[in-house]
């Protein structure tokens, strides 16, 4: 049985995964803080003319919340710069907000994200990450990791 190679896209898809999932967790509560008071229900009068509630989405498996807890380890190995390239495309923000927080131009910005990419598809792999961005997407090509944009 061959064994898994990870590729720029895998890992992208797994970095979009977690931020889903991040997105999905409930939202932390103050631990002490509660009401003895029961909750009342609306009467039908009450509810008349008020926008409804929006549905919340279903909270994550525990198996896609352990998945998502391994590929946060991941961004351990980025530089700053790089991992909030990383983590902010993977949370959907578009490349003109990602270039506004981190100060990079578009291209520049881009460079960075895909050179993180490939440098954590290498990593997975066991191979030897090079140390200058252009080396690492330089090496992705020859040993045809995969596509990262």
Known sequence: MAEMRWTPAMVEE????????????????VQGFYSLWSAIAPSFDDLVGQ??????????????????????EWLKWL?????KIVWMRASGDRWKNVCWKVGLSRPAAWQHGAAALCAIAMTLNGERVPKHRSRIRE????RRV???R
């Open 14 to 29: 797994r970095l979009v995964e977690a931020a889903d999932i991040m997105k999905r967790l409930p939202a932390p509560r």
């Open 146 to 148: 995969g596509d990262y």
């Open 139 to 142: 090496a992705a090509l020859r």
């Open 51 to 72: 926008t409804p509630r929006p549905m919340s989405r279903a909270w994550p498996a525990p198996d896609a919340i352990d998945r998502m807890e391994v590929t946060l």
């Open 79 to 83: 530089e700053p710069v790089d991992r």
